[in-house]
């Protein structure tokens, strides 16, 4: 085991500069050194499914690639969530400051929504976590989540009749429709 660690060592510091620059060239920018050690992380990970005889510097840097576009998607995610914020409150995340009425109602609806969320049995919560929270795709919640597609689409409707039941018209003020 140390020597396959020693020899990995090795592939590591033959490697690590173009791995670097193709993270940079794919748009990591100040992520690529993260980028560049969760790719190494991910090869030794995945040196089982590594083809003997096959040159392993173009299968490294498939691996960078692919982390430098889950970085993206990352990034997107989050700027998708950060303008759902908006969307909800788009007098600012203070909303209501200047109308006390306004500010203590959505804090209000938060807390529920929040209390609801936490009172759902688990695949419920998962499944709206990642269709509303990550905005996730129905494939990629399925992916994340192991299940079927028509599993996902399914547990989101009942999940989110579940909510309406207890939240109702409340619940499209906060934008889970």
């Known amino acids: 085991m140390a020597g396959d660690l020693d020899a990995f060592g090795?592939?590591?510091?033959?490697?690590?500069?173009?791995?670097?620059?193709?993270?940079?060239?794919?748009?990591?920018?100040?992520?690529?050194?993260?980028?560049?050690?969760?790719?190494f992380v991910k090869a030794l990970r995945g040196l089982r499914g590594f083809r003997a005889g096959q040159p392993f510097r173009p299968w490294l840097l498939r691996i960078v690639a692919n982390e430098t576009r889950n970085l993206h998607r990352s990034r997107r995610r989050r700027q998708g969530l950060e303008q759902r914020v908006v969307a909800m409150f788009p007098e600012?995340?203070?909303?209501?400051?200047?109308?006390?009425?306004?500010?203590?109602?959505?804090?209000?609806?938060?807390?529920?929504?929040?209390?609801?969320?936490?009172?759902?049995?688990?695949?419920?919560?998962?499944v709206l976590s990642c269709r509303y929270l990550l905005d996730l795709s129905e494939g990629e919640t399925a992916r994340v989540l192991g299940w079927a597609r028509g599993s996902v689409k399914s547990r989101t409707s009942r999940a989110l009749a579940r909510l309406r039941a207890v939240l109702g018209p409340d619940l499209e003020e906060g934008g889970w429709q």
């Open 10 to 39: 090795m592939l590591v510091g033959r490697y690590q500069a173009a791995a670097y620059r193709v993270a940079v060239l794919l748009g990591a920018g100040g992520d690529a050194e993260d980028v560049v050690q969760d790719a």
């Open 92 to 126: 600012g995340v203070d909303a209501g400051a200047g109308d006390p009425h306004l500010a203590v109602v959505r804090k209000e609806l938060d807390r529920r929504l929040w209390a609801v969320l936490q009172g759902l049995p688990d695949k419920d919560r998962l």
